[in-house]
Nanobody, 120 residues
Framework: QVQLVESGGELVQAGGSLRLSCATS????????MGWFRQAPGKEREFVAA?????????YYADSVKGRFTISGDNAKNTVNLQMNSLKPEDTAVYYC????????????WGQGTQVTVSS
């Protein structure tokens, strides 16, 4: 079964940058969109950013990360990246990669997550 695998999370100082990557564990899967979510300790999982492959790759961001984070990816390779700049301590969370395998489904394929810790 195809799985998503994230990488790139680590400890970084406030104001720094990180690049998260996500790819399928083996083979490829047809996806309508891929995105990133995060969950901080004691909080609900929240949407961070997404990219849809139709229409030239439209991107969407949570207000809290607009102007600081950039999502990019390759539909054919089932890869998605999240460039995170100007990181803040409140960005500390486990970041999850997810995919919508078709237009009618919500995100139905998830990775195990990668920890991002931003120190003040």
């Amino acid at each position: 079964q195809v799985q998503l695998v994230e990488s790139g999370g680590e400890l970084v100082q406030a104001g720094g940058s990180l690049r998260l990557s996500c790819a399928t564990s083996e083979g490829t899967v047809t996806t309508y969109a891929m995105g990133w979510f995060r969950q901080a300790p004691g909080k609900e999982r929240e949407f961070v950013a997404a990219i849809t492959w139709s229409g030239g790759g439209d991107t969407y961001y949570a207000d809290s990360v607009k102007g600081r984070f950039t999502i990019s990816g390759d539909n054919a390779k089932n890869t998605v990246n999240l460039q995170m700049n100007s990181l803040k301590p409140e960005d500390t969370a486990v970041y999850y990669c997810a995919a919508r395998t078709n237009y009618y489904n919500d995100y139905d394929l998830w990775g195990q997550g990668t920890q991002v810790t931003v120190s003040s």
